[in-house]
């Protein structure tokens, strides 16, 4: 063995077992664990794909069939008449199919992976983080295929207001984390968690303005009453707005209909106005986040025991 | 001497349930807790582990020695109390418990070295002694489902002991592998003696905590009922053993409490010679007529098992009351030295401790001849 240096005593890290430990000392765990953590979505990443012909590409299949199929029916049969539908679609979905997919496969992670959680000793919530890390990976390949989309297809984003996007992106890696790692560590205890979460992600999403124009049938509607602030009580529809308003880039378009009507499919807020929302976003995200680190710190101690 | 690794006041229950509500719907189906019972299985057990020691963990099954280990590992946490530990730990709870089936055999090393709390650097640096040791050069690009249940844990452990971590926990794995590969590991754990590391060394072989470690800590339902060098412990852990055991005696209507007294050379002294008899004499008390079988063990000065006689062959009966046994070594083939004596009664069967007396007497063997080492051969040259 070669003889590696070797810390006197005083020097080595404390690292302290006890049923209480602090939000910071907890924080500072996750922070050491952070290779584990790349190394534990670098695995999943090559065995999700693993020999198979297609490889990395087939994280596309899903989303695109969604895309494909939401494009179908609103934009042919449905004919909404938004010019490049598809690049809206896309933004929103680009969104949304992030946050949905770490909420699903952090729900049940810990379940999943109970035969490590029994025998070895590391920070648990790196495993709900390594369903964020691996669904994120999948969201910047899908942001790149919508690039080279919107390059061919020659549509331009708003690059004046395209700070937003990084934004917007932090807080919903932010909330998506926080459900992530409350959700992994409720479904320990209660195992039927996973199949609420499936429902509700799905009503979620009907709940949340990717497919339909949030500008054009909501504010319409809950605005007359003066009660539009309720649909963004659902924190997923400002982010998803400001995806749209990005890369989609307008906000009045002209419609494809027969009539060429002028139509509003995207709130005219100013930046600052979107900046503001995800900003709150970003402290709520936070807050949430640090409370599920809290909660999940409690019921951790006890999993190798429900498990 | 700062101490490595500190257990502090360590208590833990576990919930028992009879019927465990698992999900959301029972829950709701079910109010109320459940019927729970509570099982203490650590109750108020402090010891320290000091900087280079190996420390034997001792206790029969269900005693909360694993449990203990884990707590220290950090995959369970103490209910009350505290646990701190100075450096790296590496556990040794299960050989390769991390590993990805699909991955290759170099991207698992990765990750469960990470798992034990490596840094990408350090992997790198022992990358090719981790490999080396495990003996699987040519298989480590194949993804590990392909490997042998013996590749598998040999990976496991290569990588946990050339992790060389501070604290080492060792939680009976030493029992893997074929025999060979079970003397490197052994070397290994020597030579992470020898570097001064810490190592914590769960088991129920008194053996094998007699012969590695310095200091040995015997747990009995959930309680620490010594702290000890491992020769005192061991005596303490047998002692426990039949303690318990007597229960069990009774159940099987052998109800009769065996105590050895002592132990008395037929000379006087506890002096032998080499290849000749020698012969003792013992006082044995029993409550009630029983049918065993007599042991002696016989330990050198490293704690290392020279002997141990097979039960089966020195049956004795015994009356109530008080008797003398008379125990003959019909020819002793070893060299001079002194042999710490364990004697004990057990059942005729074997698996009952009926009496059992730790390091009642040390045997001093006298040789005048020439010959070195341990044992006494008998050459027979034409």
Known sequence: MSPSARRPVEQRPVRVVSAHLSLRQRLAAIWGARELLAYLVSADVKIKYKGSFLGIMWSMVSPAMSIAIYFLVFQVILKNGVPDYVVMLWAGMLAWTLFSTIINTATGIIVQRSGIVKKVAFPREILALSTVGTATVYFFLQFIVLAILMAVMGHAPAWSELWLLPLSFLALLLLASAFGVFLSAANVYFRDTAHLVEVGIFLWFWLTPVVYSYQRTVAPMLGAKGLAWIYLINPITPIVLTFQRVLYGQTSVTATTPDHSAITVLPEWSALHYAALNGLLVAIGLALFFWAIRIFGRLQGNFAEEL | ?382
Not at chain 2, 56 to 85: D, E, F, M
Not at chain 2, 275 to 293: K, W
Not at chain 2, 350 to 357: H, I, K, S
Request: proline letters at 2%.
């Open chain 2, 1 to 382: 001497m700062t101490s490595v690794v500190d257990v502090a006041n360590v208590e833990k229950t576990f919930k028992l349930y009879k019927q465990r509500h698992k999900s959301l719907k029972d829950r709701v189906l079910h109010p109320g807790k459940g019927n729970a019972t509570e099982l203490t299985v650590l109750q108020d057990v402090s010891f320290s582990v000091g900087e280079g020691e190996t420390i034997g963990v001792l206790g029969r099954n269900g005693s909360g020695k694993s449990t203990l280990l884990k707590c220290i590992c950090g995959v369970l946490q103490p209910t009350a109390g505290q646990i701190t530990v100075r450096g790296d730990l590496a556990g040794l709870l299960e050989l390769g418990a991390g590993f990805q089936p699909e991955l290759s055999g170099r991207d698992n090393v990765y990750l469960s070295a990470s798992m034990l709390g490596l840094s990408r650097r350090k992997v790198d640096s022992v990358f090719d002694e981790i490999v080396a040791f495990s003996e699987l050069e040519k298989f480590i690009d194949t993804p590990v489902k392909f490997f042998s249940s013996g590749m598998y844990v040999r990976l496991g452990f290569a990588v946990a002991v050339t992790a060389a971590p501070d604290v080492l926990v060792v939680d009976e794995v030493l029992a893997v592998g074929d025999e060979r590969f079970q003397a490197k590991c052994m070397d290994r754990i020597r030579q992470f003696q020898s570097d001064g590391r810490t190592i914590l060394l769960v088991s129920h072989n008194a053996d094998q905590v007699r012969s590695l470690c310095s200091r040995a800590v015997v747990l009995e339902k959930g309680r620490l009922v010594a702290d000890a060098s491992a020769g005192e412990a061991v005596k303490v852990f047998r002692e426990h053993l039949l303690g318990t055991q007597e229960s069990k005696a009774t159940s099987t209507g052998e109800d009769s409490d065996v105590v050895i007294e002592w132990v008395r050379g037929v000379s006087g002294s506890f002096t032998a010679r080499t290849n000749e008899r020698f012969e003792f004499l013992t006082n044995v008390r029993a409550s009630a007529p029983v049918e065993g079988a007599f042991v002696l063990e016989l330990y050198d000065q490293a704690g290392r098992l020279v002997a141990r006689t097979d039960a089966t062959k020195s049956p004795i009966s015994l009356s109530a009351g008080m008797q003398e046994l008379n125990v003959a070594i019909e020819e002793l083939p070893l060299l001079d030295g002194a042999y710490q004596m364990n004697i004990g009664i057990v059942s005729p069967d074997g698996d009952t401790v009926l009496a059992w007396r730790e390091q009642i007497a040390v045997l001093e063997v006298a040789y005048v001849g020439r010959g070195a080492g341990q044992v006494a051969l008998r050459l027979n040259v034409h």
